[in-house]
């Protein structure tokens, strides 16, 4: 079982930068892959980048492709995401998600490949 408490959100202006956390809970961090994903009000939730197991491989869309970075430090059992150059159009509830006994080298970019999420934190960029 993991439990994801995410941090970090906030308003900021546009162009400016925001580093959210995700904190897991449970001895089994080291084994998920993590992602990241946004709802903005009257969309569907929308992937925004994923990591492998040990941080060897990212993947992002290109909506953020150079502007967002994951990572993850597994001895805290912490994910992040840096977002830099914010855009209005960012503006949402940013989840993290986890993806429990995932292999060395995967991927996943689809919601329903994630079976753990937190209760997401809100982004405000104004323009």
């Known amino acids: 079982q993991v439990q994801l408490v995410e941090s970090g959100g906030g308003l900021v202006q546009a162009g400016g930068s925001l580093r959210l956390s995700c904190a897991a809970s449970g001895r089994i961090f080291s084994s998920c892959a993590m992602g990241w994903f946004r709802q903005a009000p009257g969309k569907e939730r929308a992937f925004v980048a994923a990591i492998t197991r040990r941080g060897d491989y990212t993947y992002y869309p290109d909506s953020v492709k150079g502007r967002f970075t994951i990572s993850r430090d597994n001895a805290k059992n912490t994910v992040y995401l840096q977002m830099n150059s914010l855009k209005p159009e960012d503006t949402a509830v940013y989840y993290c998600?986890?993806?429990?006994?995932?292999?060395?080298?995967?991927?996943?970019?689809?919601?329903?490949?994630?079976?753990?999420w937190g209760q997401g934190t809100q982004v405000t960029v104004s323009s």
């Open positions: 998600a986890a993806k429990t006994g995932s292999s060395y080298y995967t991927l996943y970019t689809l919601a329903n490949d994630y079976g753990h």
